[in-house]
Nanobody
Framework: QVQLVESGGGLVQPGGSLRLSCAASASIFSFQTVGWYRQAPGKQRELVVGMSSGASTNYADSVKGRFTISRDNAKNTVDLQMNSLKLEDTAVYYC???????????????WGQGTQVTVSS
């Protein structure tokens, strides 16, 4: 069973920065897609950013230009650098990794336990 463990959440003032990290128990090469989602209180979980195995990315409009996803293949980690944080970025952030077949059908969907990010003055 693949495990994803997030770290790096916390409390930050508006305009500040945080860096989240997701450590995978398996090689991230084995996943077709890795990414970050978030869920704010009373709202549905939403995609923050996804990254394909070819390193193409898909950012939510609300975070473009402020957040950056990166991965370290040697360490099997996927990071999310968050800059210029806003009050509305407050949420639980989840790491996600997916395995798909050659036709793009989802085979496995893995989630971390989540890490709280609170933006407050």
């Amino acid at each position: 069973q693949v495990q994803l463990v997030e770290s790096g959440g916390g409390l930050v003032q508006p305009g500040g920065s945080l860096r989240l990290s997701c450590a995978a128990s398996a090689s991230i090469f084995s996943f077709q897609t890795v990414g970050w989602y978030r869920q704010a209180p009373g709202k549905q979980r939403e995609l923050v950013v996804g990254m394909s195995s070819g390193a193409s990315t898909n950012y939510a409009d609300s975070v473009k230009g402020r957040f950056t996803i990166s991965r370290d293949n040697a360490k099997n980690t996927v990071d999310l650098q968050m800059n210029s944080l806003k009050l509305e970025d407050t949420a639980v952030y989840y790491c996600n990794a997916q395995k798909k077949n050659a036709w793009g059908d989802l085979l496995s969907d893995y989630w971390g336990q989540g890490t709280q990010v609170t933006v407050s003055s």
